[in-house]
């Protein structure tokens, strides 16, 4: 600590020995394309932040094992973080391993949670092997980066919200000494929940403890003087908002709400970072998904998560709400005006209709998606070495019964993750999910063989709780009745690696412009599937709400003919639309509440 910029002593932070607090808010870099980097930054100092915020997510930069970590391009992070000093902010960087962030995984790769036996997040040397590989390639990026070298980096956290999982303080001062012996000198801190029983399980003596929470701040402050009398307190992650699932409503929390929670910090003396200041977008098959005991919780592709900065950039009135308390907290009573640049509100491709050409029949499609596997049992995701998609199991049953008595028995899929599309002789059966799949489906049999195929789209991998790093795929196996199924061929479907050749026979709409802009694609009477936009993963789509357009930033787009096509897995619809404005649902408004944790 001594040798760090920031420092504390009798529960006041310091900045080169001046006190000090920081006033920050969260951006994730794998969120925002990257062109939008430097623009969303600045928007973020004009809100009188001092400070950004990022994880870094390990599976965005090495989603395949025996690739070492890409840190080039939209994966730069040494870049984000030379443009936010270029912008005038100081950095927080989260490097993990686990990060949650509504991130698919938690960020881990899927290829390390799927070794057989793997102890997650504790001292068990497998994991933190593979972490000591990871850190050797990123740390020296940030160490590089650091105040004590000329950098913007002021602080490094220790994992993330430990206390909400486990409670292996050996595994906490490891991560430490690992981030210490590759040469993190800058301030380092602990981050959890602002109650006891998070503080017992992911606090340890001598780093700073910082808070995660939405509301109820002067309880956490008072929290922290009886447990960490001689720190500061800072909320590391204030909840200004919330991310949606699919299925649920909207949030939106009141700037006014909000901002007088934030208040309360401040006038404390604390230190705030606004989770998040702006969301961005969970790209790709990004998104994570949650699980409430009984069902998963796959999250939705934006990640807007009702921002001061929303989706697209745009100002919103919490924005200004922020502003007011960021700068009150400085002695700035009287705001400067804002830049007319950040005011406007971002260009847009002018709303149309377009017809949408019709697609291949989605079994044939995946049959031929990829190379088959077989097996006498069925493999799951991790075996297949596939990390997201879908899968296509293909095996022949006796489905009971005579040819002049044929007989009703159910389909049922034991440990399904996560949800699954049954065809039985080509013909379309009905859809599975993680609670039906051990009901079944009924099928008809008249006792001879049967072709069985089973399309498992994996929704996102859990990213917080105790079953982060759960297996996808079929992880029980296949029974007609109480009879099991044997022998697989298994075709993966790795949508993320999909090319031009891939893509070309799928639905598509196309349309010309003069000038890229921001646009927002809707596909009103299709059911569920993914987009792409010029060969570009924008993310998942589903009827079921509650987000309605995909938002598709300026960068991604060209002047000239652009190219949408769309994998449609249950509805086939005929129109796309390009509309000007996010639609992301019917909104649920409320407080969030340190009890909201998923």
């Known amino acids: 600590m001594n040798n760090a910029l920031l420092s504390y002593r009798d529960a006041v932070l310091y900045r080169s020995g001046e006190p000090y607090r920081i006033l920050a808010g969260a951006i994730?870099?794998?969120?925002?394309?990257?062109?939008?980097?430097?623009?969303?930054?600045?928007?973020?100092?004009?809100?009188?932040?001092?400070?950004?915020?990022?994880?870094?997510?390990?599976?965005?930069?090495?989603?395949?094992?025996?690739?070492?970590?890409?840190?080039?391009?939209?994966?730069?992070?040494?870049?984000?973080?030379?443009?936010?000093?270029?912008?005038?902010?100081?950095?927080?960087?989260?490097?993990?391993?686990?990060?949650?962030?509504?991130?698919?995984?938690?960020?881990f790769p899927s290829w390390l949670t799927g070794i057989?036996?793997?102890?997650?997040?504790?001292?068990?040397?497998?994991?933190?092997?593979?972490?000591?590989?990871?850190?050797?390639?990123?740390?020296?990026?940030?160490?590089?980066?650091?105040?004590?070298?000329?950098?913007?980096?002021?602080?490094?956290?220790?994992?993330?919200?430990?206390?909400?999982?486990?409670?292996?303080?050996?595994?906490?001062?490891?991560?430490?000494?690992?981030?210490?012996?590759?040469?993190?000198?800058?301030?380092?801190?602990?981050a959890d929940g602002g109650t006891d029983y998070f503080l017992d399980g992911g606090s340890v003596e001598g780093t700073w403890a910082t808070a995660t929470l939405g509301s109820r701040g002067d309880e956490a402050v008072e929290t922290w003087k009886r447990r960490r009398p001689d720190e500061p307190f800072f909320n590391?992650?204030?909840?200004?908002?919330?991310?949606?699932?699919?299925?649920?409503?909207?949030?939106?929390?009141?700037?006014?709400?909000?901002?007088?929670?934030?208040?309360k910090m401040l006038d404390l003396g604390g230190s705030v970072c606004v989770y998040m200041a702006h969301g961005g977008t969970n790209f790709g098959l990004g998104s994570g998904s949650n699980h409430d005991g009984s069902q998963l919780q796959p999250t939705v592709?934006?990640?807007?998560?009702?921002?001061p900065i929303a989706e697209n950039g745009a100002l919103t009135p919490k924005f200004h709400a922020f502003r007011e308390e960021f700068l009150r907290a400085q002695g700035i009573e009287d705001a400067p005006e804002l830049p007319v640049e950040l005011l406007a509100a971002p260009a847009v491709v002018p709303a149309q209709s377009l017809p949408l050409s019709a697609g291949p029949e989605l079994l044939e499609l995946v049959r031929r998606a990829g190379k088959p596997v077989s097996?006498?049992?069925?493999?799951?995701?991790?075996?297949?070495?596939?990390?997201?998609?879908?899968?296509?199991?293909?095996?022949?049953?006796?489905?009971?019964?005579?040819?002049?008595?044929?007989?009703?028995?159910?389909?049922?899929?034991?440990?399904?993750?996560?949800?699954?599309?049954?065809?039985?002789?080509?013909?379309?059966?009905?859809?599975?999910?993680?609670?039906?799949?051990?009901?079944?489906?009924?099928?008809?049999?008249?006792?001879?063989?049967?072709?069985?195929?089973?399309?498992?789209?994996?929704?996102?991998?859990?990213?917080?709780?105790?079953?982060?790093?759960?297996?996808?795929?079929?992880?029980?196996?296949?029974?007609?009745?109480?009879?099991y199924t044997f022998h697989w061929t298994q075709t993966p479907v790795a949508l993320a690696e999909w090319a031009a050749e891939e893509l070309e026979?799928?639905?598509?709409?196309?349309?010309?412009?003069?000038?890229?802009?921001d646009t927002y694609i809707?596909?009103?009477?299709?059911?569920?599937?993914?987009?792409?936009?010029?060969?570009?993963?924008?993310?998942?789509?589903?009827?079921?709400?509650?987000?309605?357009t995909l938002y598709a930033p300026a960068p991604l787009l060209k002047a000239g003919r652009n190219h949408i096509k769309v994998l449609e897995l249950l509805k086939p619809g005929t129109v796309v639309e390009l509309r000007e404005e996010p639609d992301l649902g019917p909104e649920e408004a409320g407080p969030i509440a340190a009890a909201e944790l998923p």
């Open 375 to 483: 097996s006498v049992k069925p493999l799951s995701f991790e075996q297949l070495g596939l990390d997201a998609g879908m899968v296509l199991y293909s095996a022949d049953a006796i489905l009971p019964g005579r040819a002049d008595a044929p007989t009703e028995s159910r389909v049922k899929v034991a440990g399904l993750n996560d949800r699954a599309y049954l065809w039985v002789d080509g013909e379309f059966a009905g859809v599975l999910d993680d609670v039906t799949g051990a009901e079944g489906l009924p099928v008809t049999g008249t006792g001879v063989p049967a072709k069985l195929e089973i399309l498992v789209e994996n929704l996102g991998r859990i990213n917080y709780g105790p079953l982060t790093g759960h297996g996808k795929g079929i992880l029980g196996g296949v029974l007609i009745n109480q009879r």
């Open 301 to 307: 592709t934006s990640y807007d998560s009702d921002a």
């Open 236 to 263: 590391v992650e204030f909840w200004g908002g919330w991310f949606d699932h699919w299925g649920e409503h909207h949030h939106r929390r009141d700037a006014a709400d909000a901002a007088r929670e934030a208040r």
């Open 28 to 107: 994730h870099y794998f969120r925002v394309h990257p062109d939008l980097w430097r623009d969303r930054l600045r928007r973020l100092k004009a809100m009188g932040a001092n400070t950004v915020d990022t994880y870094v997510a390990w599976n965005f930069h090495q989603p395949k094992r025996d690739d070492a970590p890409d840190f080039s391009g939209w994966r730069d992070v040494g870049h984000f973080i030379d443009l936010a000093a270029e912008e005038g902010l100081e950095v927080i960087v989260r490097p993990g391993p686990y990060i949650c962030a509504e991130w698919d995984n938690g960020g």
């Open 505 to 517: 026979e799928l639905a598509g709409a196309d349309f010309e412009l003069g000038e890229p802009a």
């Open 116 to 190: 057989p036996g793997v102890g997650l997040r504790c001292m068990d040397p497998v994991f933190t092997s593979a972490i000591e590989d990871w850190f050797d390639h990123l740390l020296p990026i940030i160490a590089s980066r650091q105040a004590s070298a000329g950098g913007p980096v002021v602080a490094v956290q220790i994992e993330n919200e430990y206390g909400s999982y486990g409670d292996d303080h050996d595994y906490i001062r490891w991560n430490r000494r690992a981030l210490e012996e590759r040469g993190i000198t800058e301030l380092l801190f602990t």
């Open 522 to 548: 809707a596909l009103p009477d299709s059911g569920k599937g993914f987009v792409w936009l010029n060969g570009f993963l924008l993310g998942r789509y589903w009827d079921k709400g509650p987000q309605v």
